[in-house]
């Protein structure tokens, strides 16, 4: 592999693993925990659209 597919690899991987235990969790949760865990994943899916569109080159 390549030295920058294998950086970013490496860079996104955590962000995407924590995307799916969280999807995980919020396919298993109980009604009063479900919004908690929610916004919870909105919270870290915004995060990262936010840091994809301000890493695009020309922003």
């Known amino acids: 592999m390549p030295m920058a597919i294998r950086s970013l690899l490496r860079q996104e991987l955590p962000w ?3 995307e799916i235990v969280l ?8 009604p ?3 919004w908690f865990w929610l916004v ?3 919270v870290v899916f915004g995060y990262r659209i936010e840091r994809w569109w301000s890493s695009r080159p020309g922003s």
């Open 16 to 18: 995407l693993i924590s």
């Open 23 to 30: 999807l995980m969790i919020l396919l298993n949760a109980n």
């Open 32 to 34: 009063p925990e479900l």
């Open 40 to 42: 919870v994943f909105l």
